[in-house]
């Protein structure tokens, strides 16, 4: 009631957020719900405290406390993920990406990752971000007939290359990834590998993914997809001279004072992960993206590679002649949000796309099952069939509506 006191503006709309995000479907593939405790955590009093450097080893007095949750964080993260080494500090995906190539590359040097229109991220070697402007960046892309990974390529490249670096990992990608090639790749090249697992930590978490760890020289990995974590990043390794080089990239290399806050949810995110329901609930995303895939492709969408193995797909438009932009656009009239996606050598340029990408972790973690996954991808049909009819699309978001307060969104009352 503070809030709503002192800033009305900022109030008003944090309640029209609220009011968006529980009334609508949300699938974003990168996007989750947090519990109520996570939320506690970052919105506590932590967020008054500075507390550079390490536990134990603290540039200011007076983190006794912040010591020993940043302690919980790392001790709980080596548990879920069973790493040696791990830090908690970096803000987010970007920095934590940024720290592991720092760690054991210089300016300058050539890394080797995911092309962005190939299910990429930015950080992995795109010319616009900080990892394509700082080093030499090469790319590889998907084997253009099956939409999946061709390893056998990725090798072509990287003995060609020579990467000091080479990155694996993705934010759209449908299908496992083997690290174990990656990692023979890389050895044959004597190149480092990290795996970047911000989309799939939840099911590499929960045993429902090959993990990196101990395979990759350095894994790396947003908090708040699948991990259903505050919004954040986290590093791990096995190795103790790499653990030691990251400690002095993250502090005092790329940041200041660590978000102590978001430390302490993350460590609750941990201990939710670490039990029993956190496997459960990624079986049923799993289960639910199956489902939803299957129904989808029953009318006709054409999805990459055919499918998915994980949390999302990515719809190739073009067969049904539209645009990612337009897509996006009128799933969201109708209630349903879910962003615009470049595909494998796209004609359309990335504000436009030929796809979309869709997950069901947020609706996973509102407790909706296969029923709601079949409504909602003939929902994706109509949408797609009445893309320009705004009646037919008004209907379909009353729809959503009346599906959504079935299943309300932790924190939100
Ligand atoms: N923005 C994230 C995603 O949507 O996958 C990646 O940073």
């Known amino acids: 009631m503070e809030l709503k006191k002192a800033d009305g503006n900022i109030y008003k709309l944090i309640e029209a957020e609220k009011i968006r995000q529980s009334e609508g479907l949300e699938m974003i593939a990168s996007e989750n719900y947090v519990s109520e405790a996570v939320l506690e955590a970052t919105g506590s009093i932590l967020t008054n405290k500075y507390a550079e450097g390490y536990p134990g ?3 200011y007095s007076g983190c006794e406390f912040i010591d020993q949750i940043e302690n919980i964080a790392i001790e709980r993260l080596k548990k879920l993920f069973g790493c040696k080494f791990a830090n908690v500090q970096p803000h987010c995906g970007s920095s934590a990406n940024m720290a592991a190539y720092l760690a054991v590359a210089k300016a300058g040097d050539r890394i080797l990752g995911q092309s962005l229109d190939a299910g990429g991220h930015l950080t992995h070697g795109a010319k616009v971000s900080f990892s394509g402007q ?66 799939i930590a939840g099911l590499v978490a929960a045993g429902y993914h090959q993990s990196p760890v101990g395979v990759a020289d350095i894994v790396t990995s947003t908090t708040h997809k699948t991990l259903r974590g505050p919004r954040s990043g986290i590093i791990m390794t096995n190795d103790e001279e790499l653990a030691k080089k990251i400690d002095k990239v993250v502090f005092p290399g790329i940041q200041g004072g660590p978000l102590e806050h978001v430390i302490a949810a993350k460590a609750v995110s941990f201990g939710e992960a670490l039990k029993p329901q956190f496997k459960k609930y990624i079986e049923n995303v799993l289960g639910n993206m199956k489902v939803f895939a299957k129904t989808l492709m029953a009318f006709d969408f054409d999805l990459v590679s055919g499918g998915t193995d994980n949390h999302l797909i990515l719809v190739d438009l073009r067969s049904k002649n539209l645009t990612g932009k337009d897509f996006a656009h009128a799933l969201h009239e109708a209630g349903i949000t879910v962003n615009k996606n470049s595909v494998s050598n796209d004609p359309q340029p990335p504000m436009i796309t030929s796809g979309v990408r869709v997950g069901t972790a947020a609706l996973t973690t509102r407790g909706m099952g296969i029923a709601e996954m079949q409504r909602i991808a003939e929902m994706f049909n109509a949408v797609a069939e009445n893309i320009s009819d ?3 699309l008004q209907k379909i978001s009353k729809e959503v509506k009346q599906m959504c307060k079935k299943f309300p969104v932790p924190g939100i009352k």
């Open 57 to 59: 080893k603290k540039y």
């Open 134 to 199: 700082i080093f030499e960046s090469f790319s590889y892309g998907l084997d253009p007939n099956t939409g999946l990974l061709d390893y056998g390529e990725v090798e072509k490249i990287a003995k060609k290359v020579k990467p000091k670096v080479i990155m694996c990992g993705f934010s759209a990608y449908p299908r496992a990834i083997d690290f174990k090639k990656f990692k023979k790749i890389a050895k044959s090249v004597n190149a480092v590998l990290i795996a970047d697992i911000a989309h």
């Open 390 to 392: 705004d009646k037919e």
